[in-house]
């Protein structure tokens, strides 16, 4: 027994100190800060992890990259951990860059994503994009542009909705959640190198249940952020007499049931500031050419993944009260091909 | 009776500054006794005889002089001590002891030296206790404020003066105080040295006693129900209990409109929380946990820290001391020298240490910043303090992180919540134990 009080004070004071590891601790300086994960498999057999890693050092913040292949994603992160100059923490990485061929075998994507959400090193918040192009170019295309810093690629997905309205970006965590959803599919932005700029838009690709489905165009894109609620501010279109930005929009949908099938009514508002116009062009033509051509861009979206039975606007969460949960997990495809949707847009000025 | 002055006289044959004269009046003759350095010798034998001229006896002139007349010898001796003139006739039967004409030995009341109040009156508390009560007395017109004092010491007999107001400060605490007062057998030099006699406290880095220069504080103190105590000889007024508000807000501040009181008040907190923290938080982030900085930040501080070699917690550490050191250095230094100091301190060890790269830029601004932060809260003693509290909070952060930060921080609460003096623990936000009026 130790009796006195210093002595046990001293014994847990020590203990904290020598028991904690605190050596193996590596100041900022001493770690490579990824900021984005390449994913990619050649041949169908390896896969090959592409890491971006910004160099600190001078003044204009370069980066390199580094890649190693392996078996498992596992095999080639321990391949990359071995071979690195410093210790790498992958705290930082904002973007994960996956290449299509890999999104396309469900199997290995699910079981791609599911490693990506259950691994302690990398954040569920890092966003998940796909591409059509080589995952090196990617990566490397920072470096070949003038004027761009290492994290270019975590900037172009954090301008503001205000400032690139029809980009959106989809964390890990939620295309993991997504696999297991019955009413809602999800939408991952897809990009390829730019010539000019280190990433070009090219749209979003759907997912149902950690499938790939298709790849839809910005535009496209851009109605799924409307039906989602979120702030499409900024938005600008062309109507070919007229160009107008969006200030504004707000939806607002009802649901009802007509003999076992659903339907639905959604007011879309839009309020608009008109650019410019040709002359003699009043504002209620304006007006019927926005609404029209808003409404035809969504009744082909909504034909198109109707047809491949994917609810990318989650029409299904709304129904979660009227259709039993044990219905609900056929929605997409006993419900959903059969919906009907009255969609009216009101544009108005600001 | 004649023996009593050959009493005193041997008792003193040591003292340099001792003297007794004879002298004699028209109606009597007699020794006059005392030291030298206390008395004014001349003008207090031009009082004594225009005392004189106006009385007819002998025992008329001691009797008007002093009321304490024809006392034995021990007592001659403690009045001599006191800086009493004492008189003794020739023929040893009639003594007595005279207040007489003092030397100035006392500062004459100035400014404060170690605050420093905006918008307020100037006055500090000086060396003599009875200045210092006789200003509480001006500014507190009341027949509530009541004055207790104490002789206490075993060597030295130091005086000590207890203030409170009556049906306001809780009558269970001033008796308990006044019963520890009268308990005292050693003598009392410092704060500490009266620390020691209420709750034990022996490596708390809080004291018993929240001391101020300034009158008007004190005087704010009586009326929160607050007891304030005087020592002989120090120009602080001890304020008792010391609370943490004391640290973070002065009765000087109210003489801004409201809005601007709250605003000083809450930098102060940020100050004295920023200083417990931010050396704690850069190592945390730097070594620990960089996951938690956005991108480009994490990057900035990877660029900043490029290239030393020092670890975060080496060179947090080694400058928060050398910063300390510097701020003990200035005080020390006398007034001429201290300017020097503080720019080789200040500029070109800061200057050198970044160029030198031996620490990160963005260290230097931390430590700048937390400088500058701790002399935000009233009272050098609590600026020292939470000077002191950030060094556990900084070794926690350099094992276990942001977590460590964190339980530092609330260990370090917890802590001041545990400090009590005589049962008001130190956390109190206000002191509202109402006294009945006895």
Redesign the interface.
């Known amino acids: 027994m130790i009796k006195s009080k210093v002595s046990r004070l001293s014994i847990v004071f020590l203990s ?2 020598f028991l ?1 590891g ?1 050596w193996d ?5 001493n ?1 490579s ?1 990824p ?1 984005v994960l390449g994913i990619s498999k050649e041949n169908g057999q390896e896969y090959k992890l592409t890491l971006q890693i ?1 160099i ?2 001078s003044d204009n ?1 370069i980066s390199r990259t580094v890649t190693e292949k392996g078996k498992t994603v596992t095999n080639a992160l321990g391949h990359i951990q071995t071979n690195s100059e410093n210790a790498i ?1 992958y ?2 990485v ?1 973007l994960i860059v996956i290449q299509k061929n890999l999104a396309k075998n469900q199997q290995e994507f699910r079981d791609l994503i599911k490693f990506l959400m259950g691994s302690e090193d990398i ?1 569920s918040r890092a966003l998940v994009a796909i591409t059509d192009d080589n995952v090196e170019n990617v990566l490397s295309n920072i470096n070949n542009k003038l004027g761009v ?3 270019a690629i ?1 900037d172009y997905f954090n301008k503001g909705t205000a400032w690139a309205p029809e980009l959106f970006s989809t964390p890990i965590w939620e295309v993991y959640r997504s696999q297991f959803l019955s009413t809602k599919d999800i939408a991952v932005p897809a990009v390829r190198a730019g010539k000019d700029t280190v990433l070009v838009f090219e749209g979003s690709t759907i997912l149902r249940q950690g499938q790939f489905i298709e790849t839809i165009g910005p535009k496209d894109s851009q109605m799924i952020n409307v039906f989602n609620n979120k702030d499409v501010k900024g938005y600008t279109e062309n109507l070919g007499f007229a160009s107008i930005m969006v200030t504004n929009s707000s939806i607002q949908s009802k649901i009802k049931m007509n003999n076992n099938k659903p339907y639905v009514t959604s007011d879309l508002r839009l309020k608009i500031h008109i650019l410019e116009r040709k002359q003699g062009i009043t504002n209620k033509k304006i007006y019927e050419k926005i609404e029209r051509l808003t409404e035809r861009r969504f009744y082909n979206l909504l034909k198109k993944t109707q047809h491949s039975q994917s609810d990318i606007f989650g029409f299904g969460q709304q129904f979660q009260h009227v259709i039993s949960y044990h219905d609900l997990k056929d929605w997409r495809y006993k419900y959903y091909p059969d919906l009907k949707v009255d969609f009216k847009v009101h544009a108005n000025l600001e | 009776m004649r023996n009593s002055v050959k009493e005193i006289k041997t008792k003193f044959s040591t003292q340099g500054d001792f003297f007794i004269e004879e002298e004699s009046y028209d109606k009597m003759s007699c020794y006059l006794i005392g030291f030298k350095t206390l008395i004014d010798l001349p003008k207090t034998k031009l009082y004594i005889q225009q005392m004189g001229e106006s009385c007819t006896s002998k025992s008329a002139l001691l009797g008007k002089l002093s009321e304490e007349t024809n006392v034995n010898t021990e007592q001659l001796i403690k009045g001599i001590l006191e800086g009493k003139l004492v008189i003794v006739t020739k023929d040893g039967k009639e003594n007595a002891i005279v207040d007489p004409i003092v030397q100035n030995l006392n500062s004459s009341i100035g400014e404060p030296k170690n605050e420093s109040p905006v918008h307020s009156s100037t006055d500090a508390f000086v060396e003599d206790i009875n200045t210092n009560v006789g200003m509480l007395r001006k500014r507190l017109n009341t027949d509530r404020l009541c004055h207790c004092t104490y002789q206490v010491g075993e060597l030295d007999k130091r005086r000590l003066s207890m203030l409170y107001i009556n049906g306001k400060a809780p009558n269970d605490l001033v008796n308990k105080i006044h019963h520890q007062l009268n308990q005292i057998d050693s003598d009392i030099e410092t704060i500490d040295d009266l620390n020691k006699r209420f709750e034990k406290r022996r490596l708390s880095p809080v004291s018993h006693f929240s001391a101020t220069e300034l009158p008007i504080q004190a005087i704010h103190s009586l009326k929160k129900n607050r007891i304030v105590l005087f020592m002989d000889n120090y120009p602080f007024a001890l304020v008792f209990p010391n609370l943490i508000l004391d640290m973070f807000s002065t009765e000087n501040d109210r003489n801004f409109p409201f809005i601007l009181t709250f605003m000083l008040r809450f930098f102060r907190v940020i100050g004295a929380v920023a200083t417990v923290i931010f050396p704690a938080l850069y190592v945390a ?4 946990n ?2 938690i ?1 956005r ?2 930040l ?2 900035f ?3 900043s ?4 070699p020092l ?2 917690f080496l060179e947090t550490i080694a400058m928060v001391v050398l910063v300390d050191l510097i701020l003990e250095a200035i005080v020390r230094l006398p007034k001429s020298v201290g300017p020097a100091i503080t720019m080789v301190g200040g500029i070109i060890l800061g200057q050198a240490v970044v160029e030198a790269n031996l620490v990160s830029n963005l260290l230097v601004i931390v430590i700048t910043a937390v400088v500058i932060a701790s002399s935000a809260v009233i009272g050098m003693q609590n600026s020292l303090y939470i000077r002191l509290l950030k060094y556990p909070i900084l070794v926690l952060a ?3 992180g942001i977590l460590g930060v964190f339980i530092g921080f609330i260990f370090t609460i917890i802590y001041l919540a545990s400090l009590t003096s005589d049962d008001i623990p130190y956390l109190t936000l206000r002191f509202e134990h109402k006294g009945d009026t006895k």
């Open positions: 904290i100190l904690s605190c601790i590596k100041d900022i300086n770690r800060l900021l910004p600190p050092k913040q923490d705290s930082q904002q954040p810093n290492a994290s975590y | 982030l730097v070594s620990v960089p996951g900085f991108t480009d994490a990057l501080v990877a660029k820290r490029e290239g030393i670890s975060a350099s094992l276990f």
